[in-house]
């Protein structure tokens, strides 16, 4: 193979690499991280939980209701506050509801004209916390707890931040105009090519 040929390979593998090979996996909060993230950080800026030593909170272990209820453990664990699962074992209960909840994936900024861009992540919801009496269900303190987040993910990492058993939190990355089209052409150009120069050179 002469010199010319061998330089055209090599362009067309690095090509190859460039557009077949992930990206470093960056550490990165998942979407269920995120909403419970929001939901501690904006539990322990109210005062729903002054003066409670322990509470009884039930366990949520399916659905888009469990990183709420993580976000709350979390904040409760934050401030010292025994959590059982007993009733019996408090006289103070806690319950929430989900007023309103929008998660969702954006483009975010360019990261080049064939690469596809950063999905954007945007979270706005609002949950009513309530604070009760286990023995006659008496309501001691109720709020209302609004709160959102956003950040820029790289593309390479939608399958490592979705959260497949919660539909809510397992939106459809947006996707590149330009990627869709030219990526596609440019693979298929280079595969095409090595294949060219692999049989010519025989």
Not at 38 to 45: G, M, S
Not at 108 to 130: C, H, N, Q, W, Y
Not at 163 to 190: F, M
Request: charged share 25%; hydrophobic share 45%; glycine share 8%.
């Amino acid at each position: 193979m002469n010199p010319r040929n061998l330089s055209i390979v090599i362009t067309l593998v690095l090509v190859l690499v460039v557009f077949t090979s992930a990206q470093d996996k960056e550490t990165v909060l998942t979407n269920e991280q995120v909403v419970a993230g929001a939901v501690r950080d904006a539990t322990l800026k109210s005062d729903l939980l002054d003066g409670i030593s322990d509470i009884h909170l039930v366990p949520v272990l399916y659905g888009i209701e469990r990183p709420f209820y993580s976000g709350l453990v979390e904040a409760m664990s934050s401030r010292g506050i025994t959590i059982l699962s007993d009733a019996g074992g408090s006289s103070n209960a806690l319950g929430f509801v989900i007023l309103g909840f929008e998660f969702s994936y954006n483009r975010g900024e360019s990261r080049g004209l064939l690469l596809k861009p950063f999905i954007k992540r945007r979270l706005d919801a609002r949950i009513r916390v309530t604070l009760q009496e286990v023995g006659d269900g008496k309501i001691l303190r109720m709020e209302d707890i609004s709160f959102e987040y956003s950040d820029e993910v790289g593309p390479e990492l939608d399958k490592l931040i979705k959260s497949p058993d919660i539909p809510e939190l397992a939106p459809k990355a947006p996707g590149s105009y330009w990627s869709k089209i030219v990526e596609p052409i440019v693979v298929t150009a280079a595969v095409g090519g090595l294949v060219y120069l692999f049989f010519e050179n025989r």
